[in-house]
């Protein structure tokens, strides 16, 4: 295959793609990202909340201590004014919600795919494809408006909610818009909320506010008796209006460095492959802002795929169709959960009237007062909940002869976790592991054996 131009074309500079082509490019592959943005323009920073899991995922590749840094971490979450969760309980290093920007995330993302050589092609724009059985041509146009054709083993889309891969590839996107007219801002503040993450609201009107740690703050605002296209211009006193409404105070807000009007859908592509093309993140999914899920889902989406792409370009996969037919069948349904959760979340937010807020109360009061419901619940915003089947489930961080489970997966391979002295076969698995990292269990009395997959589950 040495005509090709590179083995896998990612298309979207965002968080999604930067981290499938730092992973691709890190195992030695190359790489080709193209974005149809001229470099320095970034995405309207709209994400904010960074899970446990997603944290977990960057640890495995050693930037989860570099992001926490940025941003400030909340270990309560108030809901409705009744119950707040405490993500102190979450069973992971990372026990907390890490709100920062999303171009933190992106800069962190963008200097360790430019480090393992990732070759970027900014002010560059799909305008179709083609595939066969061997490779993907994809027609770009480049900055100066040269047509441009680009042939790979494989293509990604990761090119958000209007994906140029997913139109090209005809692939439908259905759904509906969930909510429409919401107010985004970040802002500072005169007076400080009693809870670092607050999310409250009337039958008319809901707002969350959420603190970045360096004296600006994340609010956003629905008002039911305002709903005006996106295109409306929107200004601080809405969003004050709003907040008083839904909080009873506008908090001294001040001095917006950006705000913004925008419309939530929720809506799923059925298939996330389709022949060597894939689709990742909001090309993929997308759902409402509730429970800050859509970044994360996109960042593990990736974390999914690259390993498969690796094992296959390696030539480790045993059956390459089901290895990468296992991305569709692993985070399909996780996009149709985050959907659904998010959906509650939300129109719990937009209740109106005496038996729906009656019903968001005693939602709000059985998270805070059964232990079993709330865990759970924390489990799914979090990520940590996620399992792929009944076998296949996330492994924590492990405390190793060797070191933490997570620095060992720095390495971008599988671990093989066994007793001291023992030269175990490897577990079942859809893949031939060439490169493994050997570990030991700390307990002697351990004599089972553990296969741990790039991204953190075991088989």
């Known amino acids: 295959m040495n005509h090709l131009d590179t083995d896998v074309l990612v298309v979207g500079a965002g968080p999604t793609g930067m981290l499938l082509a730092g992973d691709l490019a890190a195992a030695g592959h190359r790489v080709t990202l ?3 943005r001229p470099h320095g323009i970034s995405n309207i920073t709209r994400a904010f909340a960074v899970h446990a899991r997603t944290l977990e995922q960057l640890d495995a590749r050693g930037l989860a201590d570099e992001l926490v840094a940025t941003g400030t971490p909340i270990t309560r979450m108030r809901l409705f004014g009744r119950s707040a ?12 919600l890490l709100v920062t920007p999303q171009y933190e995330v992106e800069h962190l993302l963008e200097r360790r795919a430019l480090s393992t050589g990732v070759d970027f092609r900014y002010g560059t724009e ?18 100066d408006g040269t047509p441009l054709a680009l042939r790979a083993r494989y293509l990604v889309g990761a090119d958000g909610v209007r994906s140029a891969v997913r139109t090209a590839l005809g692939l439908p996107f259905p759904g509906d818009s969930v909510i429409r007219s919401l107010v985004l801002a970040d802002v500072k503040l005169t007076q400080k909320p009693k809870e670092l993450f607050t999310v409250d609201g009337t039958g008319d009107a809901f ?12 609010v956003m605002g629905w008002n039911r008796t305002r709903q005006v296209p996106d295109t409306e211009p929107v200004d601080l006193d809405e969003l004050r ?40 993140g909001d090309a993929a999914h997308v759902h409402s802002p509730a429970g800050g899920q859509g970044m994360n889902t996109g960042l593990q989406d990736a974390a999914n795929l690259s390993w498969k792409l690796t094992a296959v370009l390696r030539g480790d996969a045993p059956d390459p169709e089901a290895l990468l037919d296992s991305y569709q069948s692993e985070r399909h349904p996780v996009g149709a959960t985050v959907l659904r959760s998010s959906g509650a979340i939300i129109r719990l937010a937009m209740a109106r009237g005496p038996l729906r807020r009656t019903a968001r109360s005693l939602a709000a009061r059985i998270l805070d007062k059964v232990p079993v ?17 009944r076998d296949t489930r996330r492994v924590p961080d492990l405390e190793l002869r060797e070191g933490r489970l997570y620095e060992l997966l720095r390495e971008g391979e599988f671990v093989l976790i066994a007793p001291e002295g023992a030269t175990p076969d490897l577990p079942a698995s859809p893949t031939t592991p060439a490169r493994l990292v050997r570990a030991t269990w700390t307990d002697p009395a351990r004599r089972s054996t553990l296969l741990v997959r790039p991204d953190g589950y075991a088989f």
Do not use: C, N
């Open 126 to 143: 799909l305008r179709g494809l083609s595939q066969d059985a061997d490779q993907v041509t994809a027609e770009l146009t480049g900055p």
């Open 373 to 389: 419901v709330s865990a759970k619940a924390i489990g799914m915003i979090s990520g940590l909940g996620i399992a792929y089947g």
């Open 34 to 36: 193209v974005e149809r």
């Open 207 to 218: 707002a969350f506010i959420a603190p970045f740690g360096d004296g600006w703050y994340r």
């Open 241 to 280: 209006d709003i907040t008083r409404r839904a909080f009873g105070s506008d908090y001294g807000m001040h001095d917006a460095r950006w705000i913004s009007r925008f419309h939530s859908d929720e809506r799923q592509a059925p298939a996330y492959r389709a022949g060597r093309a894939f689709l990742a």
């Open 85 to 96: 969760l405490d993500l102190t309980r979450l069973p992971s290093r990372f026990a907390y």
